[in-house]
Structures are given as C-alpha cells and as structure tokens.
C-alpha cells in the first residue's frame, strides 16, 4: 500500500534551516509528482511546493517562495524540502502528498516545525 | 491567486441527517475542484476530485457537484465517522494551489 513517511522537523530558531525528508514506499516514487502542504495549529491547509516527477519543474506558494527548496531523489525514493529563513509563522506540521492531476491523492501522516526562540 | 470561500464554517448536524457543504472561488475554476476530509490529528484524506469523481474507497453518501465558481459537497445520512473538518481545493489557476478555509461539521 501507499505510504509516505516525513521526517526532520522539531525546534529552530527563527533566521534558521532545517531539512524535511519524506520516504515513499508502494508505488512507483519517480512516476509521480509529489507536494508539500503545511497546516498551522489550529488552522486550515496552505499548499507549500510541487516537484514533477523528474524532479526539474519546481513550483511554491508565494509565502515561501525564495526561502523553501523543493527536490527529491528518485534513486531513494525520497522527497525534500529544503527550508532557510525560517520565521515563526513557517510553524506548522508539513505533510508529503502525492499528486493526481494536481490533487492530492495519499498523504503521509506530517512532521511538525516550530519556529521560536 | 483563487480564493476559496467555504460556508459555513461549523455545521451542525444530526446521525442520519444530510450535510450541505459549500465552496466558493472568487474566480471560476472550470471542474477542477476537490474536496478532502480531515479527521482530529489525522491527515487529510481526498474525497471528490474533479468537483464530482469519489476518490477510490470513498461511500457513495459523499456527492460533489457544480462548476465555475460554486460547489457542493453533500454527505447523505451523515454517519457517527463522517464528523470532520471538509476543505475544498481548487487546482484550476496555478500556481498557487489554494484550499478554503474548511468547514467543521459537528453534532
């Protein structure tokens, strides 16, 4: 079955970098694109990043764009976001969704991020 | 960027009942709207895309409909499960992919 595993979040300070990984396994990672999606405490659903499978056509969400890079490892079946400038509102539970036509068909179950000093 | 308004923000329902939920785009996104379903510390799950397609293993008592800049999502005989928070999400003018801003169904 489908499974997407995120990892890497926790504590940074804001100004600082952190690493999200995500692990697909039961399915054919590098014949689908894959998004990352954040949710605030308490709050809704922002749409973070898209990578297309082959891994060269990258698109973010304007709240992120130019801080966040997304990339993945088809050889690992790994998905990355890459996040710099971290500031307190980036605090929230990232999740990795595969992508159907630009829906979002299986997701992992997130890892959280706090941004604080 | 599209805006997704999604009314109303809490609905509450009885077992058994049917729930009308309501999504908004401030500008027409042709069919290309889906709905999920997010349960209390869960992810969420995809019900409807194609603003009326059942994602695969989703009961027929989810129903979407309508087109341009107004949707439905409609749960028939709301079971004790099927109490959740309902985003919509439109992929038609992107990027950015947008979501509304959910609508808690309660008892």
């Known amino acids: 079955q489908v499974q997407l595993v995120e990892s890497g979040g926790g504590v940074v300070q804001p100004g600082g970098s952190l690493r999200l990984s995500c692990v697909a396994s039961?399915?054919?990672?590098?014949?689908?694109?894959i998004h990352w999606v954040r949710q605030a405490p308490g709050k809704g659903l922002e749409w973070v990043a898209f990578?297309?499978?082959?891994?060269?056509?990258?698109f973010y969400g304007n709240s992120v764009k130019g801080r966040f890079s997304i990339s993945r490892d088809n050889s690992k079946n790994t998905l990355y976001l890459q996040m710099s400038s971290l500031r307190p509102e980036d605090t929230a539970v990232y999740y990795c969704?595969?992508?159907?036509?630009?829906?979002?068909?299986?997701w992992g179950q997130g890892t959280l991020v706090t941004v604080s000093s | 960027e599209v805006v997704l308004t999604q009314a109303p923000a809490t609905l509450s329902v009885s077992p058994g009942e049917r729930a009308t939920l309501s999504c908004r785009a401030s500008?027409?996104?042709?069919?290309?709207l889906a709905w999920y379903q997010q349960k209390s510390g869960q992810a969420p799950r995809l019900l409807i895309y194609d603003a009326s397609t059942r994602a695969t293993g989703i009961p027929a008592r989810f129903s979407g409909s309508g087109s341009g800049t107004e949707f439905t999502l409609t749960i028939s005989r709301l079971q004790s499960e099927d109490f959740a928070v309902y985003y919509c999400?439109?992929?038609?003018?992107?990027?950015?992919?947008?979501f509304g801003q959910g609508t808690r169904l309660e008892i």
């Open positions: 999400q439109q992929y038609n003018n992107w990027p950015p992919i947008t």
């Open positions: 990578v297309r499978s082959d891994g060269d056509n990258k």
């Open positions: 969704a595969t992508d159907y036509r630009l829906h979002l068909d299986y």
């Open positions: 500008q027409s996104v042709s069919s290309n």
């Open positions: 039961g399915f054919t990672f590098s014949d689908y694109g």
